[in-house]
Antibody, heavy 121, light 107 residues
Framework: QVQLQESGPGLVKPSQTLSLTCTVS??????????WTWIRQPAGKGLEWIGH???????NYNPSLKSRVTISVDTSKNQFSLKLKSVTAADAAVYYC?????????????WGRGTLVTVSS | EIVLTQSPDFQSVTPKEKVTITCRAS??????LHWYQQKPDQSPNLLIK???QSISGVPSRFSGSGSGTDFTLTINSLEAEDAATYYC?????????FGGGTKVEIK
């Protein structure tokens, strides 16, 4: 079955760029009309949608983060990635990748286990 | 953006009791409302899609109802393994948004 796995540095310095990758295994990232999504959760807090991408390259971002976020996809590696620039302590969170299956306006049926990102000098 | 308000924030419940969690949307979202369960140190898990549609593998004691702006997640006959935080999520319009969560504790 399809699985998602986040990877990337667990520690980022303030003002630098956070970079994470989500690897899709057990299936092709290009199959179906799926939207590959990033969601984050600060410690002890709720969930925040960051944005998503379709393998066509079409993206949408949360307006609250739009000026700092880029999501990209590499179909040859079956991966999609998140870059968040100019990070501050407020960006410290567990970052999840997820799948919205068969459409952007759908539920998230598949989640990675999450990766903790700390922002500190 | 659409704001989802969950209540209560916290609930302490005895096993076999019935649990009701509500989620109110700031504007009508039809039935584009989904529920997730998140246990400590785990990722969220889809419980109910489109307000009331069941998910394969999810125990039948979990059910959902509602449409428009008011939605409910019901857990009939709570079990110890149901201790978790529950979130609602709307996919009606971008950005996707989530409720603040309801933590359910077992007495």
């Amino acid at each position: 079955q399809v699985q998602l796995q986040e990877s990337g540095p667990g520690l980022v310095k303030p003002s630098q760029t956070l970079s994470l990758t989500c690897t899709v295994s057990g299936g092709s990232i290009s199959s179906g009309y799926n939207f590959w999504t990033w969601i984050r959760q600060p410690a002890g807090k709720g969930l925040e949608w960051i944005g998503h991408i379709h393998t066509s390259g079409s993206t949408n971002y949360n307006p609250s983060l739009k000026s700092r976020v880029t999501i990209s996809v590499d179909t040859s590696k079956n991966q999609f990635s998140l870059k968040l620039k100019s990070v501050t302590a407020a960006d410290a969170a567990v970052y999840y990748c997820a799948r919205a299956r068969d459409g952007y306006n759908r539920y998230f049926d598949l989640w990675g286990r999450g990766t903790l990102v700390t922002v500190s000098s | 953006e659409i704001v989802l308000t969950q209540s209560p924030d916290f609930q302490s419940v005895t096993p076999k009791e019935k649990v009701t969690i509500t989620c109110r949307a700031s504007q009508s979202i039809g039935s584009s409302l989904h529920w997730y369960q998140q246990k400590p140190d785990q990722s969220p898990n889809l419980l109910i899609k489109y307000a009331s549609q069941s998910i394969s593998g999810v125990p039948s004691r979990f059910s959902g109802s509602g449409s428009g702006t008011d939605f409910t997640l019901t857990i009939n006959s709570l079990e110890a393994e149901d201790a978790a935080t529950y979130y609602c999520h709307q996919s009606s319009s971008l950005p996707h948004t989530f409720g603040g969560g309801t933590k359910v504790e077992i007495k």
